[in-house]
Every structure is written in structure tokens, then in C-alpha cells.
């Protein structure tokens, strides 16, 4: 059975910082490509970043130069630094895996910046 369960989330103060994490279970999770993607109130999800199986690593330009994303193959876990955190990274964050063709998703974590 395929799980990938998200933690970290929260509140937050503008231009604070959080980690989310993805722990993964039910597939071979070196071979998997891994994405954190995200939907506010009313938008669409959007794709914040990914991370390939070999370790190549994009970012939307939203989020490019705050947010870090990394994976332990070790653990079967990805990570999402968030660091200077803005209103608009409000959103339900989820973590996807996409390995050979099938792909999986998370219940997903509440992100709240907010003063």
C-alpha cells in the first residue's frame, strides 16, 4: 500500500520559516520522481518544485531562492524548506510521487503565513 505523509506545516510569520516533510512507503522510492505542489483558496494546485530520481531539482519562479527541496534515499523522504515566507505561500501543500507510470499523492498540510 502506497502512503506519502506530509508533516511540518503550520502557522508562520511573514518571513519565517518552515520544513515540510514527505515520508514515503509502498514503492521504491529511489526510482521515483518527487514533487511538492500546492493549492490556495480558489486557485488551481501548482507545482512548487521537483526533484527527479537522479537528484535534478526545479523550482517555480515563485519560489526560487527561498525555497530548498531535497530527498534522503535513506529515509524514503523529501523535504521543502521554506525560508522568507510570503501571504501569498498560503496554501494546502502536497507532496507527489511519480514512478513509472503510476502516480501517487498525499492528503496534503495546511501552510498559513500570517502576522
Known amino acids: 500500500q502506497v502512503q506519502l505523509v506530509e508533516s511540518g506545516g503550520g502557522l508562520v510569520q511573514p518571513g519565517g520559516s518552515l520544513r515540510l516533510s514527505c515520508a514515503a512507503s509502498g514503492f521504491i522510492f529511489s526510482s521515483a520522481a518527487m514533487s511538492w505542489y500546492r493549492q490556495a483558496p480558489g486557485k488551481k494546485r501548482e507545482l512548487v518544485a521537483g526533484?527527479?530520481?537522479?537528484?535534478?531539482?526545479s523550482y517555480a519562479d515563485s519560489v526560487k531562492g527561498r525555497f530548498t527541496m531535497s530527498r534522503e534515499n535513506a529515509k524514503n523522504t523529501v523535504y521543502l524548506q521554506m525560508n522568507s515566507l510570503k501571504p501569498e505561500d498560503t496554501a494546502v501543500y502536497y507532496c507527489n510521487a511519480a514512478v513509472y507510470y503510476y502516480e501517487y499523492w498525499g492528503q496534503g498540510i495546511q501552510v498559513t503565513v500570517s502576522s
Open positions: 526533484i527527479s530520481s537522479a537528484g535534478i531539482i
